[in-house]
Every structure is written in C-alpha cells, then in structure tokens.
C-alpha cells in the first residue's frame, strides 16, 4: 500500500469494484476502499441471493407439477431453510471472493474501513489514514428507505437485507412495497410457505415498469396465493400482540408474523463528508460522464440515484473510470434494461407504452403470447408474452416488455438489437431457433410489423 | 374453383405493368374476351379481358399499383365463391391483444400491395435477391417503388440500419452521414444530418428572407408515369452509350407543299383525310432508306442487320409522354394509305389505346417538331436502330431564281442524327441528301 495513487474508488459494489477494475485495465493504479463485504448489495443483500432463494422456490413450485408429468413424488418437498440459507450463502462468499481476486489479479490495492472524501483528491478511511490520488471515484450505493409509519421502528418489521438472512420461514408476511424487491421477495416466502400480502400505494404491482407487466404480474401472484392491495398506504402498525396488526387506509386490517419494508432505497451519503459535492433530493448530483459537482470526483451507481440497478452501475462504474483517467466517456443508460425475477419474470428494455406514445405519433404494438410458443407449451408454462412497441416510420423497435419464464433472458436479444439500431424490418426476417422462447421476441416483432405467420389473421 | 386474373406479360421487355382503373367491381359479372381493367404497360394503355365466364370475386390489386408480371390481381368464379383463402394472403397489419385495437390501423409501415407484395422494379427485385435481403427491408423513398439505388445503398450502408432509414425517408444517402472514424452513423447522426438539410434547403428561406406574400408557389413533386421512367432509361442509355453525329440541310419544299394542296384538294372530293407535310417526309423518308440500307439498320453486338422491312417510328408526343408508335412497310404503302395509318397511330398513342406489337420493331425513327417553328434539333437515337430524322419548320426564304430574280421559296429544315458506330459522314449525308431530293422532287412522292 502506498498514499499516493492514479485513482481511489470508494465502495466495493457494482459501481466501485467495476470502476476500479477498468482504471487499473487502463493503467492506473488504484486503490479501492470498503467497509463491509465487497460486492455491495447486489452480491451480499440483492440481486444474488434473491437469485439463490428464487431457484429454491421454483423448485418447489415445480414440484407440485410433478404429479401431471407421470413423475410421482412420496411425500410433498419440505424446505430445510437452515440449509437454503447456507446454499445462499455459499454462493453469495463465492461471488465475493471472486470480486476479490479479480480485483487482486489487476492489483488494486484494497483498504477495509469507512471512507470519507475530505477534499478534491483526499480520501481519509477509518483507521488508515489519509488517501491521495487526482481523481477519486464515490461509490457509496444505497440503503433501503425507512417509512415514517407509525410503529414502522418494531423489530418484527424487516428490511430486504434482514429477512435475507432469517434461518426460518415466518407463518405470514406483509410486504409494504409493491415495488421489485417486494414482488421478489413476496414470491420466495410464498413458495417457501409464508402466507404473503402485498400492499402497494400505487393502483398497481412494479409502478416504474410498462402497465401490462403490472396487470400480468398482479394476476400470476394471486394465482399463487399472494394476496395484493393496491392503491393503499400503511397508516399504522401495532406489534404489541402475539403477530403484527397492520391498519390500512381503506380501514382493512392485516395480521401477520413479520413485515418487510420494501419502499425503495436511496443513496448512501455517508462518504460525502462534508466535502461539498452538490446534491439534490437525496442524490449526488453528476453529468453524463458521472462528473460531480467537485473537479476530479466521480459518483457512478446508486450513489446518483439514476439507475439503481447493478448493472446500470457496472455501465456507470466503466463510465466514471475512463471520465476519470481523462478520457470522457458518457454511461449510456437508455436502454439499460429491468428484471424483476421470479416466477413469471418481468423485464423491460426501452420506452413504455404510455412513454412511446408521447414521443411518437404511431405506435406499432406486437403481441405475442407463450401460449402459443411451442417451447413454452412443453415446458408447462406458458403464461406471459412479449410486447414490442414500434415507430410504424422507421421500424425503430421503441421498447420491449416481457413477462413470462425466461424473461431476464430473452430481454437481453431485445437490448442489443436496440443498441445496434436494429428495426423491426432486419429483426422479424432472423431465423431464431425453434423449439425456443426467443422466438416470441421475433413474433412480436412480426405481428407488429403486421406479418406474424403464428397468429390468426385479425379483421 | 376460382380462377386468377394475372397481370399479363405482353411484350417481351415487359416486366411490370400499372393498373390504371378497374372496369368492373368486385360481384360484377364478366364474360370471356370482356375487358375487366385497363393496365399500363411500358409503351401502352391496353384492356385486360377476362378469360372465362363468371363473377369478378375478388380484387387484390388496386388502380395505381404496379405490378409485376404474372402476379394475381384479381380472382373470377363463381356467383357465392371465395377466394382460396391460403392463395389471398391478404397482408392486413394485424395487431394483437384487445387493449390495442387502435394499433391496428397505425400498423402499416411499409405499404405492400394487397398481396403483400411490394412496389419494387424488377432490378431491384434482383438486387434484392442477389443480396439475400428481402424487400420489405429496404427503405423507399416516400411514394415510390422500391429501386436498384435504394438496395444498393442499403447493402453498403455505413450507418446502423435506423439511421439509414431515417436518412433515407429525407432525401439523404445514408452514406452522406458516414462518420470521420470509420465508425457506423447512427440514428443521432440522422437526425443532425436531415436537421442540417432542412436548414439548408432553399424550400425553407431563411428569417432574413420574406417571400413575396400572395404568391404561394411551393416545390411540388411529379412521379414519371411508367412510360416517362422506361422512355428516360432508355434515352439515358442511347445518349450514354452512343457516339451520335448530326448533319443539317434544308430541302426546298414549295413543289411539294404546292402538290400537297392539289392532292388534297383533289381528294377532299372524295374523303375528309387529308394529306399532312409530315406524310409526306416520311414517305421521302422511307423511300430514301431503301436507297441508303445502312440507315434502315439495327446495331447487334459487333454488326449491323441491314433490315428488309421499312417500319417508320413515328414520335407521338403524349399526356403520359413519348410513344413511337411504328409504321409498318412505309416504304409499300400508297399515300392515302399510309396517311390513313399515321393518323390512326398517332391519335391512339395520345388516347393510350396502342397495342404493344404497334410499339416494337421500328427500324429508323422521325420526330417532327417542326409546327412549333423549330428551325433544328438533334434527336437521341432510338436504340437499336441507327438514325433519326429531325423535322424542323419551314421557312420562307428569297432565293435567287433561275433568271437572277429573287423568288420566295419555302424551305424545310432537316437534321440527321445518327450512331457514327454505324455510318460514316459520307454515308450519312448521302442519305439526307436523299431526303432531300426526294422532297425537292416532289411529284415523285405521289408514284
């Protein structure tokens, strides 16, 4: 370790770690500060053990399907959640270990400890002193958002990160927070054996995301048993009883063991000092090239509230270390796209329809469903379908949504043909395998172009 | 079982034809040999006539499309039948999902025919094919069929399939917007570029600029009827392809206009057709072709065919554009005869109504702008033949008489424009100077 340094990057999540690996690829020497676990809340608290837990859940629910494909099963599975967890787990030390090798094989320097920036070019961490570099990178990431619901501060009223790491699975859950993290979660417990309720303020499920998936979601989690409550707030909660007792604002009441608290997050601003980088609504402020307000300092990720998605921020994090190391380079967020995992999944790429609609005169929408996708018929589920929405002027494919098994898969095709600036007219003329999911995509595309082979004719 | 109308192929070169207007509708009955639709070819307006008995069913083409050869436009059966439903293939946009209705009319991005075929020529076609690409994915431009320009620079586009679109739907050739570092534009380039081209267009003047007010005069755009496009490609290739010459004479024509008035004075007894100057420079013409075989000629590769048949092309100047309708045998035909013909040909090229047999096998041409008091002009050679005759005005000139005294003549200007490939200059001026002979002699004409 040394006190002078090319760069210092503050935060080993998507956006730190990311940021730290691409400088050091660029030739500088780096140095990366953390306080907890490399790999931030995506790899500790997010996105990978969620990932863990979902895989469990499908298991089971596809376990109840056995029966109907001959496969006969003596007794209904039991989940061991002590065992779950520590499958979570390993997968979670592995990931990090792995963020931590790779951030060793192109030698940056690790500090464990709270980091504060104390002027342009300072860092002081926690036990180590004062840091020196011409550029650092803030990527302090984010928390999750507490309410001030009366009662809210019970111990029995979770957040994401708590109730990743139980070791038991409760009788019952609300979840306050219709919102990714609530849907996913809601679903894991579900399966796991939770009775779940869902309360959301908003009239609808996932309220960023293209309406359609929202209804489609709403539907799929009854389905499941969850019940949802939407266009309704939390007034109160009272845990003085054996359970909690949650008071609605439509004056419904509902019981149940535990709450998870799933309202959103918002950024970490602890690393700020008081250094002086201008923020705005909780959010460090920064331009395209995630330039903050102070010469030679840097805030990709959740940090600035534009994505919180991780990998937004590994976009952001690449973006910052070339801004940084004096080769300006602008994260390109437009068609960074959401997933909400699960079963079905949800994704999204590009415009909504609502957002389409207001940027252009004609919208073209293609329709596909799973129901009629050979692949998804075989597979048992066929719920769900692909919506493309398309400029009828120049074949511009304007966004994609997908709700459906394989989703956060599928979505993926959509965004790299968008990058490229493929139309409609190339896309509905690739051969996509068959018997596949993707096809549907390509269906989509087809029926929006008003030449889908797969669906009846219509008027 | 229903039976489909085609669009026929009725010539050789004939490769699309427009349908101009459909003489029956959908329900009408139609009988065998009964024009159904008039359709445009390449060199004429002609009647498609049904080909059996029974009820006009369907119609899968509508008036003003064009359409290739052999492709189905409409479909005849029976009174109650209906068109085999996997042959229709009807390509209505069709949109999915109740909630979205609306979509459905807003669906139509490219325009195809009923039948899900494209306007596209058939070069274009070809290029298309060659390429592996299909049509659809080519952008025209607004209005127009699908060309061998726009496949062509769809294929060796620099910029990313949108903004190629987006350049092209403007005006602009998406390789205009090519970026310095060889990267590929995109649909931000496009938008800069046709941003630019507005600003610079003169059809939008400046603020410093203020028309003068009453005058709405805007650019306005004319499509080339099918006849304009075929006539310009080929005009374009003659002129590219051939190393013309002209000469110019004038013939003294008052002997002849002299004879003109007596024929047909002596013929109005008789019959109202009268005899035209124009009849008789083509009959000089054809005459003096007979005279000179190697301006009766056709180029064919590295030869000329001398031809045995004198057929006269006789350009007709039309709504639609030029028609060259040929006067078959001119050198065999008597004078009332021919006059008869040349009358008939000309008012059917400006009424369309020519077959296309009429339009072919011409082996010299002659164009007469000469009423418009044109003194000379130089045609472009009607390939493959070799030469054209420019008929000019006349004009009244004082020339010395046999006895030294001024007289008044009138005197016909005359060009020669010919393929140098074929004739040379003396052999060339020994025709015109047959012509003229031929016109100064004027009784000879009559025999």
Redesign the interface.
Known sequence: MRDEYDLIVVGGGPAGYVAALRAAQLGASVVLAERDVLGGTCLNRGCIPTKSYLQTAEAIQSAREWASRGLILDSPPRLDMKKALACKNQAVRRLTAGVKALLESRKVDIVRGNAVLVGSGRVEVEGSGILRAPSVILAGGSVSTRLPIPGADSPRVLLSEDILALDRVPGSLVVIGGGVIGVEIAQILSAFGSVVTIVELENRLLPTMEE?LSKAMAAALKKRGIIVHLGVSVRSIDDSGAGLALLLSDGTRVEAELALLSVGRRPDLSCLGDSGVAVERGCVVVDDFMATSLPGVFAPGDLNGRRMLAHAAFEMGEAAAHSALGHPRRAELDLVPSVVYGSPEAASVGLTEAEARTRCE????????FAANGRALCSGDSEGFV?VL?D?????LLGVHIVGACASELINEAAILMR???????IA?VAHAHPTRSEAFMEAVA??????VH?P??? | MATKVIMPKAGMAMEEGVLVAWLKKVGDPVKSGEAIAEIETDKAIMDLEAELDGILIAIVRQAGEHVAVTQTIAWIGKAGESVPEALSSAAVPATEGSAHKRAQSEAVIVAPGSDGRLAATPAARRLASEAGMELASIPARAGNPINADDVRRHVRSDATPLASRMAQASGLDPASLARGDGSRARSADAAAAIANAAQASPSRPTSSYQPPTGLPREDRRLSFSAIQRITGERLSRSHAEIPSVSIFTVADATELLAARERINAARGLTSNLKVSLNDLVVRACAKALLANPRANAVVDGDGLILKGGIHIGLAVATDAGLQVPTLRDADRLSLPEQALRSKDLAERARARRLRPDELEGGTFTISNIGMYGITSFTPIINQPQVGILGVGAIEDRLVLGADGQPVQRKMLHLSFTFDHRAMDGVESAAFLVSVKGLIEAALILVL
């Open positions: 359609d004609n919208v073209s929408i293609g329709l596909f469903p919506k398309v009828p002027r120049f074949g511009e490229m600036e493929v139309t409609a007219f190339e003329e029926a929006a172009l008003g030449r889908c669906l004719a219509r008027g």
